[in-house]
């Protein structure tokens, strides 16, 4: 089971109950350690006093705010713990909108939100009036030293959570905008046909990390002392008529797909050198 991070009581309205939040994802991605280049050993990051012109141990560490060049409020852990608002504990849902006014834009990290003891009844009720509304909770909670903007959201088996962008936190392009008078309405209907001819049912797991599997190749590959063959570069075809790239587009979405990804492309690459490898 993955570790809590966050307890407390969720409310709306007179209704209470102990709710507790997981995790709901995680990335995952491949790191590299630095190394001294001359003789491979690990790098070590010392934490260093400019003052005093020598390392410190991690224990002379306390948190400090500049309120004005090189200058400090010294702020230890219990004094954020004493300024903490109601929301630290009470989860307070505000209001409930409809599902499709909210713009994922404002979606941030995502949580399994699960009923604590004695809470099983009341958060089957919520998430009932959800799915049956069709609408989502906006809600307050603090965590992680700040205080969010939550969607509460039915799940295929629960409740899940998403902590929200502030609106102020969302920036704003002048230059993000769409010229729709340069689309004719007929490379319009074109577009469209090459979009159903693609479409397909959402199936995350059929999605997968190319990269990082081609870098765990590589590793493999680096300690069997391999030669490393480069990943084919896609071929970049010039669009001089729209309507005639449309139109191949269309064709070739309607004939098999191919059987071969650009990773198994690397693999029938890659055996080449392993035979030099081994040879």
């Given at each position: 089971?993955?570790?809590?991070?966050?307890?407390?009581?969720?409310?709306?309205?007179?209704?209470?109950?102990?709710?507790k939040?997981y995790?709901?994802?995680?990335?995952?991605?491949?790191?590299?350690?630095?190394?001294?280049?001359?003789?491979?050993?690990?790098?070590?990051?010392?934490?260093?006093?400019?003052?005093?012109?020598?390392?410190?141990?991690?224990?002379?560490?306390?948190?400090?705010?500049?309120?004005?060049?090189?200058?400090?409020?010294?702020?230890?852990?219990?004094?954020?713990?004493?300024?903490?608002?109601?929301?630290?504990?009470?989860?307070?849902?505000?209001?409930?909108?409809?599902?499709?006014?909210?713009?994922?834009?404002?979606?941030?990290?995502?949580?399994?939100?699960?009923?604590?003891?004695?809470?099983?009844?009341?958060?089957?009720?919520?998430?009932?009036?959800?799915?049956?509304?069709?609408?989502?909770?906006?809600?307050?909670?603090?965590?992680?030293?700040?205080?969010?903007?939550?969607?509460?959201?039915?799940g295929?088996?629960?409740?899940?959570?998403?902590?929200?962008?502030?609106?102020?936190?969302?920036?704003?392009?002048?230059?993000?905008r769409?010229?729709?008078?340069?689309?004719?309405?007929?490379?319009?209907?074109?577009?469209?046909?090459?979009?159903?001819?693609?479409?397909?049912?959402?199936?995350?797991?059929?999605?997968?990390?190319?990269?990082?599997?081609?870098?765990?190749?590589?590793?493999?590959?680096?300690?069997?002392?391999?030669?490393?063959?480069?990943?084919?570069?896609?071929?970049?075809?010039?669009?001089?008529?729209?309507?005639?790239?449309?139109?191949?587009?269309?064709?070739?979405?309607?004939?098999?797909?191919?059987?071969?990804?650009?990773?198994?492309?690397?693999?029938?690459?890659?055996?080449?050198?392993?035979?030099?490898?081994r040879?």
């Open positions: 089971m993955a570790s809590t991070v966050w307890k407390g009581h969720l409310t709306f309205g007179l209704v209470s109950f102990p709710v939040l995790s709901a994802a995680r990335s995952e991605s491949i790191s590299f350690n630095q190394l001294h280049k001359h003789d491979g050993s690990r790098i070590k990051q010392v934490l260093f006093c400019q003052a005093e012109d020598k390392p410190i141990p991690r224990s002379e560490i306390v948190k400090g705010f500049e309120y004005e060049k090189d200058r400090y409020v010294v702020i230890e852990d219990e004094e954020i713990k004493k300024v903490a608002p109601a929301s630290a504990k009470v989860m307070e849902i505000l209001e409930f909108v409809k599902s499709e006014e909210v713009d994922p834009i404002y979606l941030e990290t995502s949580y399994y939100m699960a009923p604590d003891e004695a809470g099983e009844k009341p958060y089957a009720l919520l998430f009932g009036a959800l799915k049956n509304t069709g609408r989502v909770g906006v809600a307050k909670v603090a965590m992680h030293n700040r205080e969010h903007i939550v969607i509460l959201r039915p295929q088996n629960g409740v899940l959570m998403h902590t929200m962008y502030f609106s102020h936190e969302i920036r704003k392009v002048d230059e993000f769409t010229d729709v008078s340069l689309v004719k309405e007929k490379e319009l209907a074109l577009a469209t046909n090459l979009l159903e001819a693609l479409a397909a049912t959402f199936e995350p797991e059929k999605y997968t990390d190319e990269y990082r599997d081609n870098l765990l190749r590589m590793i493999e590959m680096k300690k069997a002392g391999q030669e490393i063959v480069a990943t084919p570069e896609p071929q970049q075809t010039k669009v001089v008529d729209i309507m005639e790239a449309l139109r191949a587009s269309l064709a070739a979405a309607k004939k098999p797909a191919a059987s071969a990804t650009t990773s198994e492309a690397l693999v029938e690459e890659v055996r080449p050198a392993r035979k030099r490898a040879g």
